[in-house]
């Protein structure tokens, strides 16, 4: 059965870069038996360019009707001093929220081909594989009550600030499953991050991954520290398989992750809901400074498609194919700036196809 995915190129260099990940669908569709559906909208400053609304109804459509979104990214100086709720970043938050987008996955990875762009030692980066669930919709960025005192406030230390720190059990529960569901795809292993010696939350969301873990019996499951965590990322990171934390330490933990890859250009990143749905992008924003210039890297989105194709469509041989393809690119020296070479995005683009 034909497969609808909507393709949001967005800002910047987003158009340059969908569009190689485009050519790379094109190709397995002419290769494979893979049906697709393809459709185009709007989303971010372009959106409120053309129909005045960074999240039109258009678009909001095409999203509900589709199996998967690829997006390229939003956002550029042209739309910074407009009034908020017509910014580029309104209309990701937007669509995140419409969709119930609340499983981050932020694979962190190193090609050992460019294992000297890390700034760690090779040798304790080549070959990293980590994939990061984090928890997106709840938690502290999100729990009530919240607040901070105004100028002029009497109390003894000054003004007073605070956040909750927030979970259900349903929350934590779902977004577990998502993580036990990736590692049964991968090495089988998940780390949960925690500050359960602190954190009366961090008690119950151990207590709900232990739960959790007894329907998968074919995934190890280990608890860490968050303190502990980020001081394992960098001695040996190569020890995770699959970490899942909240919404915070998920945040910090997925940032620190993704930069000993080295460059930007190459991380793919997808958002889920319960059902599966999920929208795929790459990490780096519309990179302004080189839109239009046919140089930006276009490998995020390739790898972020080929992400849609494992977790949404269900298409591990096709990602699988993917993959290798870039593998082959990487191993044939051929570079975009960002990762110290000279090659252009459709270069890359169509070494991608050629290696398909
Ligand atoms: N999800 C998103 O759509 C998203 C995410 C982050 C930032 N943004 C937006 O993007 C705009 C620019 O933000 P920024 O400059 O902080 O971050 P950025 O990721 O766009 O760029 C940071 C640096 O990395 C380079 N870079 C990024 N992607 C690259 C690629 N594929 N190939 C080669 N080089 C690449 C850029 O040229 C720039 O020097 C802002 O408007 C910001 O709000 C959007």
Redesign the pocket.
């Known amino acids: 059965m034909s497969k609808k995915i909507l393709l949001l190129p967005?800002?910047?260099?987003?158009p340059e870069?969908v569009a190689e990940a485009e050519k790379v669908l094109n190709k397995l569709v002419e290769t494979s038996d893979f049906e697709v559906e393809l459709e185009h909208g709007l989303l971010?400053?372009c959106a409120t360019d053309a129909l005045g609304n960074p999240y039109p109804e258009k678009t909001q459509q095409q999203a509900r009707e589709a199996d998967a979104i690829l997006?390229?990214?939003?956002?550029?100086?042209k739309?910074?001093a407009i009034d908020r709720p017509l910014r580029?970043?309104r209309g990701?938050l937007a669509i995140r929220a419409d969709l119930d987008l609340f499983a981050n996955l932020r694979p962190a990875m190193l090609y050992p081909q460019l294992a000297e762009a890390s700034s760690l030692k090779p040798e304790v980066v080549a070959g990293l594989d980590i994939m990061i669930v984090r928890e997106l919709t709840s938690g502290i960025y999100f729990g009530q009550p919240r607040g901070i005192e105004g100028e002029g406030a009497q109390k003894e230390g000054g003004r007073h600030a605070w956040n909750a720190l927030t979970y259900t059990e349903f929350e934590i529960e779902r977004i577990g499953r998502r993580a036990f569901e990736i590692a049964m795809k991968r090495d089988k292993r998940v780390c949960s991050i925690d500050k359960a010696n602190v954190l009366e939350v961090s008690e119950l969301w151990r207590e709900v991954m232990e739960r959790v873990a007894k329907d998968y019996p074919e995934v190890e499951l280990s608890h860490m520290y968050v303190d502990n965590a980020a001081m394992q990322l960098v001695r040996a990171p190569k020890q995770f398989d699959v970490m899942v934390a909240d919404n915070l330490f998920g945040d910090i933990l997925s940032d620190q992750a993704s930069m000993l890859s080295g460059?930007?250009?190459m991380l793919p990143s997808a958002s889920l809901n319960s059902s599966g749905f999920g929208m795929y992008?790459?990490?780096?924003?519309?990179?302004?400074?080189?839109a239009g210039q046919n140089?930006?890297?276009?490998?995020?989105?390739i790898l972020s498609l080929s992400m849609l194709l494992r977790y949404s469509l269900d298409r591990a041989d096709l990602a699988d194919r993917i993959d290798a393809a870039v593998n082959t690119v990487l191993d044939s020296g051929l570079r975009?700036?960002?990762i110290g070479g000279t090659a252009t995005?459709t270069d890359m683009g169509d070494a991608v196809v050629a290696a398909l």
């Not at 140089?295 to 989105?301: D, E, M, S």
Request: aromatic share 2%; with cysteine.
């Open positions: 967005g800002d910047g260099i987003g870069i971010g400053g997006l390229g990214a939003v956002g550029g100086p739309w910074e580029p970043e990701l460059s930007i250009g992008e790459p990490v780096h924003g519309s990179a302004p400074d080189i140089i930006a890297n276009p490998l995020a989105t975009t700036g960002d995005c």
